[in-house]
Structure formats: structure tokens, C-alpha cells
């Protein structure tokens, strides 16, 4: 993968482990944490939710997208089949 000289090596190293084609080597999340690219990172307080985002939006965001899009209203996407056999978002997302 070839990235542009403003990604860090520990954006590079990060997003190559999440990128590798096979799942048994693919990073995962309890390896993820331990990565550079995470350093510093409380778990504990992002899982409840009391992080401050490092970046905010300005409120005029929407100008960027199609009106086409911005008009629709929301609707939930189609699941498939795999979320059946979980029954809460934790066990689809472990």
C-alpha cells in the first residue's frame, strides 16, 4: 500500500494490520489497542462514551453533499444474514 508522506508510521501500521487479506493475520481489536496508533487511547472511556471527539464539524458540513442525498429521510439498512444469530449490537460487534 502506498500512502501520501502525511500519514504517520503509526496511521501506516495500523491501517495496513486492518487491511491484510487474510483474517487469521488480520490485526485484531485487542492487538489494535496495543498498537502506536492508539497509545494513550482510554478504552474504558470511549466504551461509556465520555471521550470528547478530537475533531468537530462545523455546522454547514452538509453544503459538501448532494442535496439528492441530504433530502432523503433515514431509514435502517438491510442486514445480512450473519446478524441473525446475534442478538445484541455487542455480540455482533465483540
Known sequence: IEFPGSITEEARDIIQG???KTPAQRCSI??????PFF???SWSKLQRKRLQPP??????FLQYFDCNF????PGLSHCGPWTAKATTVSERFP
Open 18 to 20: 486492518f487491511l491484510t
Open 70 to 73: 441530504t433530502r432523503r429521510t
Open 39 to 41: 497509545a494513550g487511547m
Open 30 to 35: 485487542e492487538a489494535a489497542k496495543k498498537r
Open 55 to 60: 475533531i468537530k464539524p462545523k455546522s454547514d
